[in-house]
């Protein structure tokens, strides 16, 4: 439509044809992404981290876009918590939304994420079998770590064995713990192993002597019966003491006599 200029007048003058064209671009509009997370894995020994969530911002009111992710990586392998991760978005059709409307200002994405150490179990422990020595003691050796990582090697150290209780027996259960010491392939840190170890041996009675028994004097009585007193026993675990009762028996009358 015309209007008056400052010297003037629309009224003077006609526009036969009232449609006009021209042409324009529309660039896309810039957008940021903030709020992406790292979900927390337990180790692999990789750097390997999976992105996800985010949230587009400065969208055009009523629109909305998706986001695609490439791998994403820890900055180290190692267990730890709030670990830092980066990688990168890209910008994908949303319901009402186009992706080529908008511009992703920067694709580089960070956030944080948990490794945990990884759970290993500790088979073929080997408990010593003993001679009775009044002590719950007991000596564990061997065993077999169950869930490494491939290529990756941990040392374990035994201690505190102890049996059920001291007193001789057979295929007694016997416990301790663990401990895990770093390699030159893998580190202590990036494992988890439960203290509790166990396994079973036996105890087996302790052998004793008998040693100063006596035979009282008699007179004859035409028997072979003989009165015995006396006697120390040798090999006793220290601090405990026995009784012992002393029985004549006939020799003559014992079989294979």
Avoid: C, H, M
């Amino acid at each position: 439509t015309l209007q008056d200029g400052v010297v003037g007048r629309a009224a003077n003058y006609t526009l036969p044809n009232a449609l006009v064209s021209a042409a324009a671009a529309i660039t896309p509009r810039p957008v940021t992404v903030t709020g992406v997370a790292a979900a927390a894995k337990v180790y692999d020994g990789s750097t390997a981290a999976t992105l996800g969530g985010g949230v587009v911002n400065t969208l055009v009111a009523g629109e909305d876009l998706r986001l695609g992710f490439g791998p994403g990586s820890f900055d180290t392998a190692n267990a730890g918590s709030g670990k830092p991760v980066t990688g990168t978005a890209s910008l994908l059709d949303g319901t009402v939304g186009r992706a080529a409307n908008y511009l992703l200002l920067s694709p580089s994405v960070s956030a944080t994420g948990d490794i945990a150490p990884r759970t290993l179990t500790l088979s073929g422990v080997v408990a010593a079998n003993k001679v009775y020595d009044g002590t719950t003691a007991a000596t564990l050796s061997g065993g077999t770590l169950v869930g490494l990582v491939a290529g990756e090697a941990l040392t374990v150290s035994l201690s505190g064995g102890s049996f059920a209780s001291p007193d001789a027996g057979t295929a007694k259960a016997v416990s301790g713990s663990a401990a895990l010491a770093s390699t030159s392939t893998g580190l202590a840190g990036n494992y988890r192993l439960p203290t509790a170890v166990l396994a079973s041996a036996d105890i087996t009675p302790r052998p004793v002597t008998l040693q100063g028994v006596s035979a009282a004097n008699k007179v004859y009585d035409g028997t072979t019966s003989a009165t015995l007193s006396g006697g120390t026993l040798s090999g006793l675990v220290a601090g405990q003491d026995l009784r012992v009762t002393l029985v004549w028996f006939d020799p003559e009358a014992s079989p294979g006599a």
